[in-house]
């Protein structure tokens, strides 16, 4: 091995001018700088949480959570989720509608003829009545029939 690997020499300065400005204000008066590549601009932190609202920032909490905070997030969000009153979700039964009544439109199909009357019980009865044809022929005569 050389000796240059060997001593710890100083390593390029390979930092963009905002890694470079913050690293250096932090070193000199405590205060932490952040880069917002959003505004392309440079602020403290105080300054960086003031700019998101509690909504938001609970919104980028939630999805950046793991399961069992995912699960204490429903468990919140279940708690003080308003249950919606009856009254506005019957307003709208009440609307009274805007539209028209349609024009008349002539029926150009011809209603077919009423079915004729179904007799079929009254058929089968008198068939069942009828004497039987063959009753005075033969044996007929010599068993017990109502007439």
Known sequence: ???????KTKQPFNKTFNE??????NTYDGTNYVYDGVDNTIMTESEMLKKFTAQEKYELLKKVANNQEKKEFRDIEKKYKKKSSIEPRRDSLNVKSD???PLKIPNFIKASAAAPADDTLKKILDDRNKPDPDYFKGLGTFLPKKI
């Open 1 to 7: 091995m050389s000796k240059s690997k060997d001593q």
């Open 99 to 101: 539209t028209t009544l």
């Open 20 to 25: 470079a400005f913050t690293e250096a204000s």
